[in-house]
């Protein structure tokens, strides 16, 4: 497989009483080797259930209706769609780990950090000896710079700050080396400060471990700092896509032009805060139209009766919208 990851045609449904109501829409990603990919867009257009389809992690009554999901795990191709509940929880990182929005809530308060690296370590590696575990940790805890990582290994999650919380969810999430990193708005918590270090950390160990980041958020200002590649969601259905240079020098749809307004600092400049008027529509309440039709300042007629393809409006940059192209989705 030449991708480490490869996502095509993927639907995801959920129950509303006794209808069926589609949240995602024929997601198709392409996600390389020692590759950082942003998904960005707003609350509600499908980011996490996306990364946690990966994972085999959707809450009931949410499904994969259709689609497949094929990685190119340690031991070889797999379909991720296609493993057991134990096989997926074999591969959850050890092959592909997630770090959350809030450390607070992922962290357990019960347990000291030392625990908690343990337990990660022990559940993949049951012949580690006790001593080779706390080694492997205490290089974990170096690697995402805390300081005196002795002291912080015998800590518990109250007696540490968010930043603090969030480089040891990195390194438990680092600590069986997996091949692809999903972080899901891993610094909206943090303060601007602490989330400038934690995405310079996320960068470094990047390079350093050969790991794939899916870097998930709202915000294309971390994506502009952080990402190689970036597709945009908008009401389950990817609307854009380029790499980060083509995405932010030859924006296309006017999506991602009001996301772009809305980032409030982009290379140190300040911006005032603007948010795009209306909000997205959720399952359910899609129009056969584009999706975005309601919100869009160059809406034309023809974009509330037919849906627009994504197309591909330069090499390796698509765009579904009719100002690009006249396709119809079919
Ligand atoms: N457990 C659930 N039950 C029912 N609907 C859900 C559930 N989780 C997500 N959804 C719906 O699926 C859609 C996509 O949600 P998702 O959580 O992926 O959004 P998101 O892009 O991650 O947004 P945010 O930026 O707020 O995290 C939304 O319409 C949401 O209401
Ligand atoms: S297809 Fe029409 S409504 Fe949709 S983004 Fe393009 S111009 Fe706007
Ligand atoms: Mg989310």
Redesign the pocket.
Known sequence: MENLLEIRDLKIT?LRGKNTVK?LDKVDLDIKKKCSFGIV??????????ANAILGLL?YP?QVSEGSIRYDSKDGEKELLKLSKKEMRSARGREISMIFQEPMTSLDPIFNVEMQMDEALTFHHPQMSKSEKRERSLEMLRRVNIPRPEQTLASYPHQLSGGQLQRIMIAIALINDPRLLLAD?PTTALDVTIQAQILKLMNDLKEQNDTSIIM?T?DLGVIAETCEEVAV?YAGQIVEQANVIELFGKTAHPYTLGLLRAVTSLGGESRKLYTIPGIVP??GQWSQGCRFADRCEKCMEKCRQAMPALTEAAPGHYCRCFLHSEEVEA
Do not use: A, V
Request: proline content about 10%; glycine content about 20%.
């Open positions: 959920t949240l867009g707003e609350s509600g257009c499908g980011k996490s259930i996306t809450p949410l708005e998930i709202h969601f959720p399952g």
